[in-house]
């Protein structure tokens, strides 16, 4: 507590508009995609699962979950690009 | 087919972390060789999965975090208990000399933790102000105005106005005025003369913004325009723009 220091900055309000914005579409999309598609994209993300292991979590064949998280980050990458 | 047009499928998946050992193993092989093609995929595909990041709930601290961190920063620590008996006569000197010291180390901590709740103050209102400026700017019916300078080192500055919800300006690394002026930002009519909508001042980065309600209407205006002008502002533009968005 003797070297007690604290500072807290806000982002610059130009920087957090964008941010927001780009939330806005990480999670629009994500959000719109069917819950399987969803499901491999937490898992890999959050849980840090591989291909394999997405594919056998989900009883799913593994080229289906190759193209469903590829296709995702592809369309994702679009929409971030269109958004700036 | 040469290394790279089959490498590319796996630039999300090696980016993501879901690539198996084997796929891995041969990105990797390739990217130790350097390939800028590769590297380049592979760093906007980072790019992308870093934005992922954003799928996380934003959650606010809990109250009983900061409670707990009030607590321990007034906290004293007055533990005398361990002296041993024999040593009472022999430190009573050095007691009292601690006990001045505890007081002094308490004050210290009080200042601190009143100085945390201003700061906190200050953060709730600028968290709400930003919060304001964000519902401005993505509400339907928002125009998104630029705003331009004819002098060359003059950052853009962008305007986000809502018929409904009001004005907010944006900007960043702009000039500071003197200490004795400010900037004003009017909304320039088609007829008539401009109409004040704030006055402000950037921060020492050259960061500002700005949230209004002008008494103008969006379908009646030309142009925002921004002046630099005495410190107070004025009630008509004194000094010819500096920037100027137009609307149509």
């Known amino acids: 507590v003797e070297n007690y220091s604290f500072e807290a900055k806000m982002p610059n309000p130009e920087q957090w508009l964008d941010q927001q914005r780009r939330a806005e579409v990480v999670r629009k999309l994500i959000g719109s995609l069917p819950k399987a598609q969803q499901r491999a994209i937490e898992l890999a993300y959050f849980e840090g699962m591989t291909h394999s292991e997405i594919a056998e979590t989900m009883n799913e064949p593994l080229g289906t979950v190759k193209t469903w998280i590829r296709s995702s980050l592809l369309h994702l990458r679009q929409q971030l690009a269109e958004a700036r | 087919m040469t290394d790279c047009e089959h490498l590319n499928e796996y630039y999300e998946a090696f980016a993501l972390g879901v690539l198996g050992d084997e796929e891995r193993a041969e990105l990797n092989a390739h990217l130790a060789r350097r390939c800028p093609t590769c590297m380049q995929g592979i760093g906007e595909a980072r790019w992308v999965v870093s934005q992922l990041a954003y799928l996380a709930e934003p959650a606010a601290p809990p109250a009983r975090v900061r409670r707990q961190l009030l607590a321990a920063v007034e906290k004293k620590p007055a533990r005398l208990g361990w002296f041993p008996t024999w040593a009472w006569v022999g430190t009573v000197a050095a007691l009292v000399l601690f ?28 968290t709400e102000t930003y919060r304001r400026a964000f519902a401005i700017a993505s509400s339907a019916g928002t125009r998104s105005i630029i705003l331009t300078s004819p002098q060359p080192t003059a950052p853009q500055i962008r305007a986000y106005w809502n018929e409904a ?20 930002l009017w909304v320039v009519p088609k007829q ?45 533009p004194t000094t010819t723009p500096i920037w100027v968005g137009p609307l149509s």
């Open chain 2, 99 to 126: 006990l001045l010291l505890t007081l002094q180390h308490a004050r210290n901590l009080q200042e601190q933790t009143r100085d945390l709740e201003s700061r906190l103050k200050d953060l709730t209102a600028q």
């Open chain 2, 165 to 184: 919800f009001g004005l907010v300006l944006t900007a960043q690394k702009m000039p500071l005025p003197a200490a004795d002026r400010t900037y004003q």
């Open chain 2, 192 to 236: 008539g003369k401009p109409i004040s909508a704030g006055i402000f001042r950037p921060d020492t980065a050259g960061g500002a913004l700005l949230i209004s309600g002008p008494a103008a209407r969006m379908q009646e205006a030309a142009a925002l325009a921004i002046t630099n002008e005495p410190a107070g502002g004025q009630p008509q």
